[in-house]
């Protein structure tokens, strides 16, 4: 018999975690703060725990630490917490899933049979790299901002390792911030240098130009980089929504171009080197409009593994995001002409609605 | 990657064979590092035979670039094949790593 610790302030929510995982088969006990739930899980040793994160003495977040310390049991957080940094966190103090409330007792029950089947030794052996791509992956963006009139989506090509690419969006409904890099090399420093060029790269990103951005991010990566000998490459777009006005700096990176409705494309501009090669390097903004029906798309290099030259490489992604319905399936065919290629393949993609919407 | 050293007189080349990547990038480097140390500080790396450079590579070149001129030389690269030249040109590190048609022009200038 499985043995599940429900912790749960909420006597109802207790009661319907209680009842979906017994008609599974599963003992149950019950915990209300998380002093309790401590106190139960060293007691009974359960083999699944469901974790509320709002609990009246401690913080869900703090119990998944402590229960960690001394329990291998499946941790399944059920909150109703939703923010990126909430899942994160509880990911990277151990837990095993996360399941936002309300939830669909269905899913639960799904949840947890997909837990228990595995065996628990396997999550003793993650090492630090699948452990760094998990956090990686939890760091890209899951939905795009809604934009009226726009279409976006974004996606990495799966990868088993970390790697330096990540893109990263932001929007006010009005306009829009979209940055899409690369650093430097492959692996865990390459990740760590990306991690750190996707915070720096956040602040102000709506209301600063791309110029200015790009200048202020340079200023707080260029010392690191140069120290470290890595550099990255960046296209760092903004659209003016009711425009469809695009300013943008192409920071080495190369790789993004703007598809005109009739499927004729053209590459952005280059702004000035990758950040980090060249101290005190200055980054020209460049323009574009982007028309109804047009798509501007941004790759990375992962892609050139699979084509003779660039002009091959993007010639394949236009023909591949032209035909697309929408932003999504556009991504996924994109991504597809990389499936070659060992490197890491991003790609973002932004459509502007026709006239009609 | 091997690295062959041939003072030519004047300036020093370099010749490597193979792919310049995550694994042979730290060895440029030192290459690099102890020809300057020796005094040779007019370089041109002969890339005929690196058929593949990535951002590793690339990183290494700037990297020994900026050594060369700090102790008052310079490094220039020949024999560019394409693939090299495609990663210069997309990351606009063409503009200060300029590829030359030979290891003799390299330095033909001055």
Redesign the interface.
């Known amino acids: 018999m499985i043995r599940a610790l429900i912790v749960e302030d909420s006597p109802d929510i207790s009661g319907l975690l209680a009842s979906t995982l017994r008609r599974q088969g599963y003992e149950t006990a019950s915990a209300a703060t998380g002093h309790a739930a401590l106190d139960a899980a060293r007691r009974l040793r359960p083999d699944l725990i469901t974790l509320d994160l709002g609990l009246p003495d401690i913080d869900g977040l703090d119990v998944c630490r402590s229960l960690r310390s001394f329990t291998d049991a499946y941790i399944l957080v059920v909150s109703a917490r939703t923010d990126e940094a909430d899942r994160l966190a509880a990911f990277e103090l151990g837990a095993d899933d996360y399941l936002t409330k309300p939830f669909s007792p269905r899913e639960l029950a799904a949840k947890a049979a997909a837990l228990v089947r595995r065996p628990r030794t396997a999550l003793e052996e993650e090492t630090e790299e699948e452990t760094a791509a998990r956090v990686q992956r939890g760091l890209m963006p899951e939905q795009a901002p809604s934009l009226p009139g726009y279409d976006l989506a974004g996606g990495c090509r799966p990868s088993r390792s970390v790697g330096?690419d990540f893109f990263d969006w932001e929007s006010d409904g009005g306009s829009l911030a979209v940055s899409l890099a690369?650093a430097?090399?492959?692996g865990m420093g390459a990740a760590l240098v990306a991690a750190t060029a996707r915070a720096v790269l956040r602040p102000g990103r709506l209301t600063r130009s791309a110029a200015d951005l790009v200048r202020r991010a340079a200023d707080s990566l260029d010392p690191d980089l140069i120290r470290l000998?890595?550099?990255l490459?960046l296209l760092h777009v903004r659209l003016d929504g009711p425009t469809g006005r695009v300013t943008y700096v192409d920071a080495?990176?190369?790789?993004g171009i703007l598809v005109q409705p009739g499927g004729h494309w053209e590459r952005v501009v280059?702004s000035?080197?990758?950040l980090g090669?060249?101290p005190g390097a200055v980054w020209a903004e460049h323009e574009l409009e982007l028309p109804p029906d047009g798509t501007v798309v941004m790759v990375s290099?992962g892609l050139?593994d699979s084509f003779p030259?660039?002009d091959e490489a993007l010639d394949a992604v236009a023909s591949a995001a032209a035909p697309s319905p929408d932003a999504r399936s556009a991504v996924a065919a994109i991504l597809d002409l990389g499936e070659a290629a060992e490197d890491d393949l991003t790609a973002v993609v932004l459509r502007r609605g026709g006239e009609r919407l | 990657m091997n690295f062959e050293i041939v003072d030519r007189g004047g300036y020093t080349a370099l010749a490597g064979t193979g792919r310049l990547n995550?694994v042979s990038a730290p060895k440029l480097?030192d290459v690099v590092t102890e020809a300057i140390g020796q005094g040779h500080n007019r370089l041109v790396l002969d890339m005929a035979g690196t058929e593949f450079i990535?951002?590793?590579g690339?990183?290494?070149l700037?990297?020994c670039l900026k050594a060369a001129r700090q102790a008052g030389g310079d490094l220039r690269i020949a024999n560019v094949g394409?693939q090299v030249q495609?990663v210069l040109?997309?990351?606009?590190?063409d503009?200060?790593l300029t590829p030359y048609a030979s290891v003799d022009e390299a330095f033909g200038d001055d």
């Open positions: 330096g690369d430097m090399g492959k000998g890595s550099f490459t080495g990176h190369g790789l280059n000035g080197p990758p090669l060249l290099d050139l030259g660039v | 995550m480097r990535d951002s590793s690339l990183g290494a700037v990297g394409s495609m040109k997309l990351t606009s590190m503009r200060i």
